[in-house]
């Protein structure tokens, strides 16, 4: 079974923390995606990266950064947390030539 | 006008319901479409992807495809209240390289009643 393992399920954290959320996969696959969803809004796009070392940002960049240093790991940071990043946050992979992205069960973070 | 349009609901049927949920887009280059299901606090997991006007049916799931009307359906036969989730729209130009982006709608929430 494919899997996409996300490090935490739920975070609690104050204002100007530095926060890591860790991504795992175990499908060998080339894209990585970091997403949040929130109510009305939908999911949108944060980072993706389509190999080791390589990122693009997607639609809401800001405030975040992220790293990939191997093949099967993506990670989120938030430099400096901020209320507004309170969200549900979610990793997904897919293989390079597929569309069909393999999702993580979420990370929800809420920023005091 | 967004790329695309999928009605949030909430959508409640009672059991054995056909189910119609439907998505609109703008961009004719999407090529690709895909429906994903989410239940409460879970990650979307993928339930049917079709690449070709038409329908595709797998057990209670009809996926349907309309390029021409750029207008995509999911049906759900005899609806159970397992099937009760999120449904997610999803769509993307191409399958792979630079084309693996999908472009999401914001979700349909249904509710089967037993």
């Known amino acids: 079974d494919v899997k996409v393992t996300q490090s935490s399920r739920y975070l609690v954290k104050r204002t100007g923390e530095k926060v890591f959320l860790e991504c795992v996969q175990d499908?060998?696959?080339?894209?990585m995606f970091w997403y949040r969803q929130d109510p009305g809004l939908g999911l949108r796009l944060i980072y993706f990266?389509?190999?080791?070392?390589?990122?693009e940002k997607g639609d809401i960049p800001e405030g975040y950064s992220v790293s990939r240093e191997k093949k099967e790991r993506f990670s989120l940071i938030l430099e400096s947390a901020s209320t507004n990043q309170t969200s549900m946050y979610l990793c997904?992979?897919?293989?390079?030539?597929?569309?069909?992205?393999?999702f993580g069960e979420g990370s929800r973070l809420t920023v005091l | 006008q967004k790329e695309v349009e999928q009605d949030p609901g909430p959508l409640s049927v009672p059991e054995g319901a056909i189910v119609s949920l439907n998505c609109t887009y703008s961009?004719?280059?999407?090529?690709?479409f895909m429906w994903y299901r989410q239940y409460s606090r879970k990650g979307p997991e993928l339930l049917m992807y079709?690449?070709?006007?038409g329908n595709k049916e797998d057990g209670r799931f009809t996926a349907q495809v309309d390029k021409s009307s750029k207008y995509i359906s999911l049906f759900i036969r005899d609806s159970q209240p397992s099937d009760s989730a999120t449904y997610l729209c999803?769509?993307?130009?191409?399958?792979?390289?630079?084309?693996?982006?999908?472009?999401f709608g914001k979700g349909t929430l249904l509710t089967v009643n037993p």
């Open positions: 079709t690449y070709s006007s």
């Open positions: 499908m060998d696959h080339e894209n």
């Open positions: 961009n004719s280059a999407f090529q690709y």
């Open positions: 990266s389509y190999d080791v070392k390589m990122k």
């Open positions: 997904a992979s897919s293989h390079v030539n597929t569309g069909e992205l393999f």
């Open positions: 999803a769509m993307s130009v191409g399958s792979g390289g630079s084309n693996y982006k999908l472009t």
